[in-house]
């Protein structure tokens, strides 16, 4: 089944200290069918909020539309001022590209949110990122250059016209920049100094531009050019990144803040390090950090395993607690409270869909208890697995952290890093089971008064019943990979939790049986015979290997326990 497409917009607003504005357009996204809000961060020192919403593209272009009307109706470029950059009430707009869609098809978008910007209203808008194909003038930073009190000139150079709308700057809005970017995490760090010169000077060490070079003294020596009359210029040490410093009046401290253009180039806890290591060679220390909007779950979970790492811990513990060392070794909750629920992005997502594996234990028991037949076997059967894989982690990290053991940490962090990998997949197969079913019962509820629906209808149904196969047969292969860590454990782990390991072999040999039967009698259902026949093929052999390795492991713990 293909994913419905789903993009994220975070515009940022020349606004961060009069509430009601930016209420007033945050209302207007909110106001938009298919648009879920969220994030709102407002800045006082930068007088700028970042928001964060997602949804259809279709609905995220029509809400952002609306936004940006509305932005330009509330706010006064003319009497703003504040620390960041800025060039308009709505100073920029990307679109990101979150499922199901392509970059190319998000920069369609970005254009056509653009296009009737420039069409309807009397803002000039340039095109940036992905969006944007003039390589000289894709770069935002290059675009915004000269800010708001110096467009009024720069737009009327030739280069510089606006790729829609009037080519004459709009005194009050001002102009916006809107585009297509991958994921880009803002990220603020704080320092014990309040200079601003020493911050500058840090995020020089570390942003890809660097500083330019110079004869002499590296501050005020002559900048030195090379053969073409420009500034020669010393590369920073960390790639895809954007930094500057400055003073927060706010906290009363100086800062480094960034942009990371690319987290997979550059992480968060890469930057992190990079600054906190040219810090500490300039006499100041970090002292804490913030993100401004929200960040991929993915780069919360590097940066714990990074930080537990190098204190020769196991990186196979739960998301949370990744999640839990990331935010601490971070200092993200130094200036206040960081709630992971409403800053990490797929968290935002998950708490809106409301998924059975968030569930209590008693509410997801009376959930399979209730006269509804979803959750059934199937999702029972991927939790089960989920159990057993979980127990074959706990093994494996009480033994990474046996006294006397601590030579071997990294050999058990690995196959505890292997289980919450087995553990997660599972517990993501207990929603999809569910949600394989209720794509049958939905298909069965098609109408089916013309031979063009009774086809229509057939034809879903045999769709539904055919990933309603696949979705347990997915389940008894990853329940199966259980006894891989299981036998490693077994054989190598802890002794003291041979118990718990064998607990791990029975859930697996119970979610793999189980499974088998909701395979069996889902296709026994489908139409297509010759398809039915290879799944249940493969479930059979399936069963069949899980039941002989299981049976084989629980005699080698029988041996081992016996007295």
């Not at 020596?221 to 930094?243: F, T």
């Not at 060679?281 to 993915?298: D, F, K, N, Y």
């Not at 990744?322 to 992005?345: H, M, Q, R, T, Y």
């Not at 064998?502 to 119970?510: D, E, R, Y």
Request: include cysteine; proline fraction near 4%.
């Amino acid at each position: 089944m293909s994913e419905k497409p789903i993009i994220e917009c975070v515009p940022n607003f020349s606004e961060g200290n009069n509430l009601q504005i930016i209420k007033q357009i945050t209302d207007c996204i909110e106001g938009v069918e298919g648009v879920t809000l969220l994030d709102v961060d407002p800045g006082k020192a930068t007088n700028r909020t970042v928001v964060t919403f997602v949804g259809h593209p279709e609905a995220v272009i029509e809400a952002a539309y609306l936004a940006i009307v509305k932005a330009s109706e509330l706010i006064d470029m003319s009497t703003h001022k504040g620390e960041h950059p800025r060039m308009g009430a709505t100073d920029v707009c990307p679109l990101i590209p979150v499922s199901g869609i392509t970059m190319d098809e998000t920069s369609t978008y970005a254009i056509k949110l653009a296009e009737r910007v420039g069409r309807e209203t009397k803002i000039p808008v340039y095109l940036y990122g992905y969006a944007q194909p003039n390589s000289e003038r894709n770069n935002l930073s290059i675009i915004r250059s000269g800010e708001y009190e110096g467009f009024f000139e720069k737009i009327k150079q030739p280069q510089w016209k606006p790729d829609f709308g009037p080519d004459v700057y709009n005194a009050k809005a001002g102009a916006t920049v809107i585009g297509a970017r991958d994921f880009l995490i803002a990220y603020n760090i704080n320092l014990n100094t309040k200079s601003t010169r020493i911050a500058n000077r840090i995020a020089f060490d570390v942003r890809e531009a660097g500083r330019v070079k110079r004869l002499g003294n590296p501050i005020s020596g002559e900048i030195m050019l090379d053969e073409k009359g420009e500034p020669i210029r010393i590369a920073g040490k960390c790639k895809e990144v954007k930094a500057i410093g400055w003073y927060i009046e706010e906290y009363g401290i100086a800062q480094i803040s960034a942009n990371l253009t690319n987290y997979i180039v550059t992480p968060v806890h890469v930057f992190f390090e990079e600054v906190n290591s040219s810090a500490v060679s300039r006499g100041v220390r970090i002292t804490g950090s913030e993100l401004v909007g929200l960040v991929p779950l993915s780069a919360m979970r590097e940066a714990g395993k990074y930080f537990l790492k190098k204190q020769e811990r196991s990186i196979g513990v739960s998301e949370k607690e990744l999640v839990e060392i990331a935010i601490k070794s971070l200092g993200l909750d130094e200036l206040g409270p960081f709630d992971p629920n409403k800053k990490i992005i797929e968290y935002r997502m998950k708490n809106i869909n409301n998924q059975l594996i968030d569930l209590s234990c008693k509410a997801f028991a009376d959930e399979t208890a209730s006269e509804s037949a979803a959750p059934g076997g199937g999702s029972i059967a991927a939790y089960t697995g989920a159990l057993g894989a979980a127990l074959a982690t706990m093994v494996a990290n009480v033994s990474a952290n046996k006294k006397g053991w601590e030579h071997r940490w990294e050999y058990f962090s690995n196959i505890a890093e292997k289980g919450q990998s087995i553990k997660d997949e599972l517990l993501r197969l207990v929603d999809e089971d569910t949600n394989a079913f209720n794509g049958i019962m939905e298909a069965f509820k098609l109408p089916k008064t013309t031979d063009d629906e009774r086809l229509v209808r057939l034809n879903a149904i045999e769709s539904a019943s055919l990933y309603a196969t696949q979705v347990p047969l997915q389940t008894m292969q990853i329940a199966n990979t259980i006894l891989e860590i299981a036998k490693e454990m077994i054989e190598h782990g802890n002794q003291n939790t041979l118990s718990d390991a064998a607990a791990g072999v029975l859930c697996s040999k119970t979610a793999v049986q189980a499974a088998y039967y909701n395979v069996m009698i889902n296709a026994k259902g489908l139409a297509d015979k010759a398809m039915a026949l290879k799944l249940a093929g493969e479930a059979k052999a399936l069963l069949q290997n899980n039941t002989e390795v299981s049976n084989t492991l629980l005699k080698e713990v029988d041996t081992k326990i016996d007295f």
